[in-house]
């Protein structure tokens, strides 16, 4: 679909699904929130011609069809999502987690790692794979523990899942 018009800037909107473009040079889909699987894929594919293939914002929006301006802003989309994707933290080291579970093992001598498996809802067996005292059953040891793992374990030991690094 190709249109320009006064509302969207005078934008080719070739790549704009059923819609046209919204005032930040999004389809109307994807200024509801979010980015559609379309502008995702163009977004990658801008961001890999340009980028990993070296071609200019011109020569890359004559290839998909849209104007270097566009190309521009879906190359900078593009970064500015593997950048984000690049700092987030959905992981914590197991090793910092064994660290705290065995501060509060020594603090509390009444606690052992089947007890806290029991407070978790596991098996001792499934929680000492998953800080790393044992190996999985592929041989490999746990190199990390998802965020919501590691806070439900913090709040089992009475602590505030902030106190560990990376929570």
Not at 3 to 22: H, I, K
Not at 111 to 136: S, V
Request: hydrophobic share 40%.
């Amino acid at each position: 679909m190709r249109s320009t018009s006064a509302a969207d800037g005078g934008v080719v909107a070739a790549d704009a699904p059923l819609a046209l473009l919204g005032a930040r040079g999004r389809c109307l889909r994807c200024e509801r929130g979010g980015t559609c699987p379309s502008c995702g894929q163009r977004r990658r594919r801008a961001w890999r011609l340009v980028v990993v293939e070296g071609l200019s914002y011109r020569d890359a929006a004559g290839r998909m069809g849209l104007t270097a301006e566009r190309v521009r802003l879906l190359v900078g989309q593009e970064r500015d999502h593997r950048d984000l994707k690049r700092f987030r933290l959905n992981f914590v080291a197991t090793e910092s987690v064994r660290a705290f579970v065995e501060r509060e093992l020594q603090r509390d001598p009444e606690l052992t790692h089947a007890k806290l498996a029991e407070f978790i809802g596991m098996r001792q067996i499934d929680l000492e794979r998953q800080l790393g005292y044992e190996p999985r059953k592929n041989g490999s040891f746990q190199s990390r523990i998802g965020v919501g793992a590691a806070s439900r374990l913090m709040i089992v030991l009475g602590r505030a899942p902030h106190e560990l690094d990376g929570c």
